[in-house]
């Protein structure tokens, strides 16, 4: 089974500043997809952003990009020019080949918890 | 319609009623799911419907009962439950399948806050 680990359980950050939230997932699966998404305390679960394992070139959405480092199964979130709106609960997530029985089932991270200061 | 519609928003039962929770989407997608959150936790798969199939977690207790009438409806019927069952309950749904595409993606109702009393 994969894993997914955040181990940060918090994170702070100024608004207009860079932060960086950690992932880390283990997998003998070659082809997969990983995803970052933001739940606000409106409870919606919204995509970021997601990469496909097999593009080598990072994804980039607005001001959120990606850094994927597939030999160190690592996949971590850049947030940059941080805004108030930004304040949420970010979780990474692994999804395997899709399939017509498991369709795109999501693993979750635990979660880190984002605060943006004024 | 882009959206995937849950209700009730909220939900107070006692541990011997029955009740249901309802989710809808009107995007065309082939397959949905049930998660379950609890505060502070990330959202745990119990059930998934492709193609009208059920798919199940086999740690869910039989209490929770889904059913899919039709593919763009999809049900949690709740007996019995338990205090430890009040979560936030997250209905998703997602494209066909294709073989080809893989990088569709989930998309989530805003969930319905059950508690067990």
């Known amino acids: 089974a994969q894993t997914v680990t955040q181990s940060q359980p918090e994170m702070s950050v100024q608004e207009a500043e860079t932060v960086t939230l950690s992932c880390t997932y283990d997998?003998?699966?070659?082809?997969?997809?990983l995803f970052w998404y933001k739940q606000p305390p409106s409870r919606q679960m919204i995509l970021v952003i997601r990469q496909e394992a097999y593009k080598q070139q990072n994804a980039t959405e607005n001001r959120f990009s990606v850094n994927f480092q597939k030999a160190a199964k690592s996949f971590s979130l850049k947030i940059s020019d941080s805004q108030l709106g930004d304040a949420a609960m970010y979780f990474c997530a692994y999804r395997s080949e899709a399939s017509r029985v498991s369709g795109y089932a999501l693993n979750f991270g635990k979660g880190t918890s984002l605060l943006v200061t004024p | 319609d882009t959206e995937v519609t849950q209700t009730p928003k909220h939900l107070v039962m006692g541990m011997t009623n029955k009740k249901s929770l309802k989710c809808e989407q009107h995007?065309?997608?082939?397959?949905m799911y049930w998660y379950k959150q609890k505060a502070k936790k990330p959202p745990e798969l119990m059930f998934v419907y492709s193609y009208e199939k059920l798919s199940i977690n086999e740690s869910v207790p039989s209490r929770f009962s889904p059913e899919c009438p039709n593919s763009s409806l999809l049900n949690l019927h709740l007996h019995a439950l338990q205090p430890e069952d009040s979560a936030l309950y997250l209905c998703?749904?997602?494209?066909?399948?294709?073989?080809?595409?893989?990088?569709?993606?989930?998309?989530f109702g805003a969930g319905s806050r059950l508690t067990v009393l």
């Open positions: 997998t003998s699966e070659s082809d997969y997809y």
């Open positions: 998703a749904s997602s494209p066909p399948y294709q073989q080809v595409s893989g990088a569709n993606v989930l998309t």
């Open positions: 995007m065309g997608h082939r397959a």
